[in-house]
């Protein structure tokens, strides 16, 4: 692997050759644009709702129904929304880029994969499948949750819960996704607030590193857009795209 001097601030996608491994990090603003709610903005989910009541270990334990009314109203959403073109390029990305392209998305929809994304990690959980408290067992799930719902695996009632990552909790895949950082040639964020870590240090472990160029493709500067080598803004839909052509063309 070709590296670069981690003192230059001048790195550039003219670094990027095709035998380096990309690692894109997404959040809810590329699923924004597909019609899904984002959490943290002015209008999102949690200025509307208690986290604590429905994103926390402490409120399932104390309110089940309402925690599991609120996850099969977002999981009966998934339905009516389909995948941007920012989902279907970085799709095209996977498939076309020689040295390997893994997406790490902080999102719990299924939007990548109906894209075609299939190199991918949800950091914090899938909508779409469900876990069993009592044997673990973890099962695609499309249908309503309630204190009735039985686990596939040892039939157990009451103990099925959203795989998702509440508050409190640890991030999946922690460290596949710290060594897909290690070795990649460069490091794209999309859509992201630049505010939950630990995905908002991302970005800093791999300039501290000095292997990666680093590129903040959002909506409007993150609250970490300092501490990339180069941003830029506008609606995914229209930038990512654009980076992704911009990337295949010198292939």
């Not at 924004?32 to 986290?51: I, N, P, Q």
């Not at 498939?95 to 914090?124: C, F, K, Y």
């Not at 630049?194 to 240090?201: E, I, K, W």
Request: hydrophobic residues 40%; negative net charge; proline residues 6%.
């Amino acid at each position: 692997m070709r590296w670069i001097d981690r003192f230059d601030p001048e790195t550039s996608l003219d670094d990027v050759t095709p035998d380096l491994p990309i690692v894109v990090l997404t959040g809810a603003g590329i699923s924004k644009e597909s019609g899904l709610d984002t959490f943290r903005d002015a209008d999102g989910v949690w200025r509307r709702h208690s986290l604590e009541d429905l994103a926390t270990p402490e409120g399932f334990a104390r309110n089940p129904a309402l925690v599991q009314g609120f996850y099969n109203s977002r999981r009966t959403q998934l339905a009516s929304v389909q995948p941007n073109p920012a989902h279907q390029a970085l799709a095209r990305l996977e498939a076309a880029w020689p040295g390997g392209v893994l997406v790490v998305t902080q999102n719990v929809d299924d939007l990548h994969e109906r894209a075609g994304s299939r190199n991918l990690i949800h950091m914090h959980g899938e909508l779409a499948k469900v876990r069993c408290l009592e044997c673990e067992a973890v099962a695609h799930h499309l249908a309503d949750l309630d204190e009735a719902s039985a686990c596939g695996g040892c039939g157990s009632t009451g103990r099925m819960r959203p795989h998702i990552v509440w508050f409190g909790e640890m991030p999946f895949e922690m460290e596949r996704i710290w060594a897909a950082l290690a070795g990649c040639g460069l490091f794209v964020s999309v859509g992201t607030s630049g505010t939950v870590y630990p995905a908002a240090g991302f970005v800093a472990d791999v300039r501290h590193r000095g292997m990666a160029h680093t590129l903040e493709l959002n909506l409007e500067p993150s609250e970490g857009a300092s501490l990339f080598a180069e941003t830029r803004y506008g609606p995914a839909s229209l930038i990512v795209p654009a980076f992704v052509d911009e990337l295949l063309g010198r292939l």
